[in-house]
């Protein structure tokens, strides 16, 4: 953060003959926490609190919608600017504590001036009325247009192009929703709904309009908020401990969706059998009339794409375990965030593991292990190991979504089950969930806890299989291979 002390801030404006001239301001400038693979992502000096979201939409998914962001912060530091991610919109004023204040765009931040700078501990609101704009590349993320209308899929980078915030998940708060669409659109948001939607008189640009309220009942990270607006169907049902479970599917879809929906409390009960209680107020399937390429644990509203549904070729077992793996995130990853997204391995690494537990009877666990560990050399080389990914080539943009994540990560925990046993692991497991709920967890606190379960100090163990360029021998598979293609002697 471009901070200044408030004694030479006031030497400064005292040299102003009438108002602050534009030379004495320091340009403004973007800002990140300095996260390896995302260096302009997030800002220092303020802890978001939580986020109140407007959003009217007017039924036209290719033009921007009109919206207020209002953020309640609590300063870390003293702050005479202070710096959002945003992208994709127009910022027509922004307020600081109900005042007007200065505000400049510059790179993918939004450089706000308050009319006084914050004391460190101050808690502030800063209220951004801008418009949301799904134009775009799906590559890009953020807005996702789909047959009826709009999701969101904000992971790793994009909730920034939808809405102003701290984009990173080491800065989780809670969530309200407020969306108002067209009659005949439902809109479906994170949590649950805080009110019955209320019906407007009129809303321009449509015959008339409906206002819905939706609220998280737990802190969520930027990448995982969800908005769906479409003409959709939500169903109902029940899950373990009474947790209600709700599906959102494109209506014309909905006999024809019925028979995997249904499958979701005992997927939850599945999971709740190995890790613990499913951490979240409520869960179920949102379905897409969208070609992501991707399904996306958005909290407690998971995204999938119809196709994976709907397509040719996929078995059943298939489709079961993948649903399994966005489910699992909403511990590992959800729950329990990375502090940075090197620590992407937890999260990834984890889903996969339980969606390689899932589907162990069509594919047995061992085997599909040793398939990873004769990958894992040519993996590491290509995308770095679980632990430390290659950073993006300058001017390139990155993609952290790499086999080493998935696969090569449920490995290091199958090797961890190996080294200390599957009691010691599934404690591990257990405890992970439970000591680091709703809250962010690095890598080495997970080093950390295994070597407690285990009653010694797994940091060697750990080192070689999250850090090293090379694979580690597999404890109790001696025989296991693995070993990257040889690159031609001109490129060594």
């Known amino acids: 953060m471009l901070l200044t002390s408030r004694r030479l801030r006031a030497v400064l404006l005292a040299s102003a003959s009438a108002s602050l001239v534009g030379a004495v301001l320091p340009a403004p400038v973007p800002l990140g926490i300095g996260d390896p693979l995302f260096p302009h992502l997030g800002n220092p000096g303020y802890d978001v609190l939580s986020y109140d979201i407007g959003l009217t939409y007017r039924g036209d998914n290719s033009k921007p919608l009109d919206a207020v962001t209002r953020i309640e912060a609590r300063a870390t530091a003293p702050l005479e600017n202070i710096n959002l991610d945003f992208a994709h919109g127009t910022v027509q004023s922004v307020d600081v504590n109900g005042v007007r204040a200065r505000f400049a765009v510059t790179g993918e931040d939004l450089v706000v001036t308050p009319e006084q700078a914050l004391r460190e501990g101050t808690r502030t609101v800063i209220t951004v009325r801008h418009t949301s704009d799904p134009a775009g590349d799906i590559s890009d993320g953020g807005w996702v247009r789909t047959g009826d209308g709009l999701v969101m899929a904000n992971q790793a980078d994009a909730a920034h192009r939808v809405f102003p915030c701290n984009d990173h998940p080491s800065d989780k ?7 108002t669409a067209p009659e005949g659109q439902t809109v479906v948001a994170n949590g649950l709904p805080s009110a019955m939607p209320r019906q407007l008189k009129g809303l321009k640009g449509a015959k008339g309009g409906v ?80 070609n992501t390429g991707f399904e996306l644990e958005t909290q407690t509203l998971s995204l999938f794409e119809r196709s994976l549904f709907t397509g040719a ?20 990853g959800n729950s329990v965030s990375p502090r940075s997204w090197s620590d992407l391995w937890l999260n990834e690494g984890h889903a996969t593991w339980y969606e390689a537990l899932y589907a162990q009877k ?131």
């Open 362 to 492: 069509q594919r047995p666990l061992e085997e599909r292990m040793k398939a990873a560990y004769s990958s894992s050399d040519e993996w590491r080389r290509a995308g770095g190991a679980p632990a430390a990914p290659k950073p993006s080539q300058p001017g390139q943009k990155i993609s952290i979504f790499r086999p080493v994540v998935y696969e090569g990560s449920a490995l290091v925990l199958y090797a961890l089950r190996q080294e200390i046993g599957e009691t010691a692991f599934d404690k591990v497991e257990r405890r992970w969930v439970s000591e680091h709920r709703d809250s962010v967890a690095t890598t080495a606190d997970f080093v950390e806890l295994a070597s407690d379960v285990a009653g010694r100090d797994l940091s060697g163990f750990f080192e070689k299989w999250l850090y090293g360029q090379q694979t580690p021998p597999m404890p109790g598979h001696p025989d296991w291979t693995s070993a990257a293609p040889q690159e031609p002697e001109s490129r060594r």
């Open 173 to 179: 708060a809670y969530f309200t929703f407020r969306v």
């Open 313 to 332: 070729g996929y078995p059943e077992w298939y489709v079961d375990s993948i649903m399994v793996h966005e489910l699992a995130h909403h511990w590992f």
């Open 211 to 290: 206002s819905w309220t939706y609220r998280t009942g737990h802190p969520m990270a930027t990448e995982l908020a969800q908005v769906s607006i479409g003409r959709s169907a939500v169903l109902h049902r029940t899950g373990p401990h009474g947790l209600p479970v709700r599906d959102v599917v494109p209506a014309a879809d909905v006999k024809r969706l019925e028979p995997w929906l249904k499958k979701t409390p005992a997927h939850l009960e599945w999971m709740e059998e190995r890790v613990g209680r499913y951490p979240f107020e409520t869960y179920g399937a949102l379905v897409a009339e969208a």
